[in-house]
């Protein structure tokens, strides 16, 4: 293993409650990797764009152990930035944690341990990112896989829907919706769903209700 890849640059590691995907509420350990090539207009993120603190692999999994709770998401910025990613998952999950990886689809997402449950974005146009989605990569992800679509607008939403009619037609990973904080009503969200019988399911963030004023570590 190179250098680059024994190490990760980590942002924040802490324990909070999950607070998006098909596991929602449940205690978890985070891991935010630092670094991302992406710039997405409404990114809650941005102070994980620095280098972060360089940590071993090993010490990475001893600091989730000791935090004591089963399920460990790694999430970012964008964690497949870093090319110790990937080891450090497969440590993990070596180490008998149940894995998330949440990751913009937008970085190669092949060759990771096939324990772990990847959460991926669509990027809509109102990101400002969505020339880079991975198409391919994304209708390939795994019924234990999700697809996260986070939407602006309507026009977002059609957009979207859009894609799972054409590129993505028959995914099978669970499908995942929410509307871009303060900026979508989540009711009106909600309308959309229902008005055109979209395939998936609603999701809030919730750990901006349960913490509406805190940024880090949550």
């Known amino acids: 293993m190179s250098a680059a890849a024994d190490r990760v640059g980590v942002t924040e590691l802490y324990a909070s409650i999950q607070g998006e995907s098909t596991h929602m509420g449940r205690p978890c350990t985070f891991i935010r990797l630092a670094g991302c090539p992406l710039r997405c207009r409404w ?15 090993p010490a990475v999994v001893e600091a989730v152990r000791a ?9 970012g910025g964008e964690p497949l930035s870093q090319q110790g ?5 497969h440590a993990l999950a070596e180490a008998g944690f149940e894995v998330l990886l949440e990751t913009s689809g937008a ?15 669509l990027k809509c146009p109102g990101s400002g990112e969505h020339g880079r989605n991975l198409w391919a ?19 977002d939403f ?21 509307a871009v ?13 229902l008005d055109y019988r979209a395939p998936g ?18």
């Open 43 to 57: 990114c809650d993120t941005e102070y994980s764009f620095d280098a972060g603190t360089r940590m071993a692999i």
């Open 107 to 121: 970085v190669d997402m092949t060759q990771i341990d096939p324990r772990v449950t990847v959460i991926a974005d």
């Open 181 to 193: 904080h303060d900026e979508l009503p989540a009711a009106r969200l909600a309308a959309l769903l």
């Open 85 to 89: 990613a990937r080891p450090l998952m």
């Open 201 to 218: 399911r609603m999701q809030i963030q919730l750990h901006k209700v349960l913490w509406p004023d805190t940024d880090r570590g949550v």
């Open 158 to 178: 059609t957009w979207a829907l859009g894609r799972l009619q054409h590129e993505l037609v028959g995914i099978t990973a669970k499908v995942l919706w929410s």
């Open 137 to 155: 990569q994304l209708a390939a992800l795994r019924p234990q896989d999700e697809l996260k679509i986070v939407v602006a607008d309507e026009s």
């Open 67 to 75: 935090l004591g709770l089963p399920l460990v998401e790694v999430t």
